[in-house]
């Protein structure tokens, strides 16, 4: 099969592990703040260079949070690095750090050029635990931030509420229904008879009701076609 020209994406969606592994930082001030801060919500393991870095990101120096060196990039700074961040305005140092990342297969991140880019950073909405993130493919920072503004306020305040309580049900949920298929189709039946609804208007117990009685549903479903004529 042929993927025409408007099928093709600028980027494969999917959400990193950096869990205690090392990311590189280019830059202590600007962008590298919040950026710097998604990381280590992350739990990633920082290390910035940069002569100055912000008055917020010294505090993180000193707590212990992350680490910060004054010297000029070199190659040995890639060692053990998962990801790199970087800010620099400046295209020598990124167009080096770039082929140095590619050599060694190191993701690379820079803030407003696509050209040094082998990742790019999404606009996020977090709803712990839900995470929703997107991307312009680096066409237009400032729509993304546009988007994500809008999608924040459509999207409800306890959804990260709703993903635990369902995450809760999965083991039940497997247990009574061991196929993957057929769980794949209970929660698409459940999601979208109106539970989700039902738990962020407040009722509960009405929506622990709608999911007991669709799970009794399926499970008397598979029973009764156990005990049909010809099935073995």
Request: charged fraction near 20%; proline fraction near 6%.
């Amino acid at each position: 099969m042929t993927i025409s020209d408007k099928e093709i994406i600028p980027g494969l969606p999917i959400f990193l592990d950096l869990r205690q592994r090392a990311c590189l930082v280019l830059g202590g001030e600007g962008e590298a703040v919040p950026k710097v801060g998604a990381l280590l919500l992350a739990q990633a393991q920082v290390l910035i260079l940069a002569e100055k870095i912000d008055p917020s990101l010294a505090t993180r120096v000193a707590d212990g949070s992350l680490q910060w060196s004054q010297e000029q990039f070199r190659p040995d700074h890639l060692n053990g690095i998962w990801f790199v961040l970087s800010t620099s305005t400046d295209p020598i140092l990124n167009s080096t750090v770039q082929a140095e990342a590619q050599r060694r297969q190191i993701f690379m991140n820079v803030v407003d050029q696509r050209q040094y880019c082998s990742a790019l950073w999404p606009a996020v909405i977090h709803r712990d635990p839900v995470t929703v993130a997107f991307s312009t493919g680096g066409a237009s920072p400032a729509l993304a931030g546009y988007l994500r503004r809008h999608i924040a306020k459509a999207l409800p305040e306890h959804m990260g509420a709703l993903a635990t309580w369902l995450g809760a049900w999965r083991q039940t949920i497997s247990t009574h229904l061991p196929n993957l298929s057929e769980r794949g189709r209970f929660w698409q039946s459940i999601l979208e008879g109106g539970v989700a609804e039902r738990f962020l208007g407040g009722d509960m117990p009405g929506a622990e009701a709608m999911i007991r009685q669709k799970l009794q549903q399926v499970v008397q479903e598979e029973l009764d076609a156990t005990k049909k004529p010809g099935h073995f």
